[in-house]
């Protein structure tokens, strides 16, 4: 299989079906941000301490006046952000089964129609839930197991004493980083079973088991699921750069903002990064989905990868004479025997 193929023609669609960029939107933009903090110190009395002390009393007092006099709209704003998010989420799975309906419609050579998408995306989205929820178990049973034993070795360090303490930083020195290592592989197995049986369900309409089932196969029948997963390692780094550079005005303006305590304009020049960032989020999901889409087709045999074309011959045939008209009444002649 050509992948590189697979990777312009996902191109081709993301790129001619912009309408595809709203359920990218859902399926590939996140966001996360982070925070700083500073200051300074100086010799220090009694005094300060207990005058330190006082101010920190009557801060918090304050605070606890403002929460309690504003109890309600606290609780509206945290309502309100609580739906969103919920909004959010049930949006987010049906553009995943949209988003691939809508590629397979543009790789199939008809105009992808958003609302068509959200259409299928509903419909499905029952399926795509169950299928995420039952490949999200093996990761959640690593990390259990993982959180279960920092608790054994921390515990076991702090009643063995300082004996226990160094066996236990040797144990957690060598059992984590090969959680961490188990991890990371489970990731990429779902990751990429995810991606298949997703189209499974979709394309295919089996139910969410037969399409775990089938995309495991896949996998592990030497399909070139997983090359095509080193592959789409390419695409990745160029979007984390090309990402990195557009934010990178957004957060040095941040933090400088930040220096001069200009607390307001420098969260508005934060809000004003995640919403620019939204957009290559969203060219991006959609060109990770179409991409997967279109590799599905070809892996499953949907379609065709494009031959080569037949050579052309050396030299070209020799012209055929052309043949004289027969009259009408007159008998063609009889054709020449040989004789002995």
Known sequence: MDYFDVLKKAWTITWRYKALWVLGLFVGAASGGGGGGGGSGYRTGSSDYSASGQEFNRMAGDFVRVFEDNLVLIAIMVGVLAIIGIVFWVLSIAAQGGLVHGANEAAEGRTPALGAAWRVGFRHWGRTFMIGLVLALPMLLVVGVMAAMFVAIVAGGAMGGDAGAGVAIGGACLVLPLFFVLLIAVGLIIGIVYNLALRYGVLGDVSFGQAIK??????????GAFVFWLVMLLPGVAYSIIALLIML??????????????FAVAALVFVVMIIVALVPGAIYGTFVSSAWTVFF?????????????APTPAY?????PPVAPAVPGEVPPAPPVSGD
């Open 316 to 320: 070209p045939a020799p012209p055929v």
């Open 214 to 223: 089938r995309g495991w196969g896949d996998l592990w029948g030497k399909r």
């Open 297 to 309: 087709r070809r892996m499953t045999g949907m379609e065709v990868a494009p031959a080569q074309g």
């Open 249 to 262: 005005p957004f957060i040095v303006g941040s933090v400088a903002l930040v220096i001069a305590e200009q």
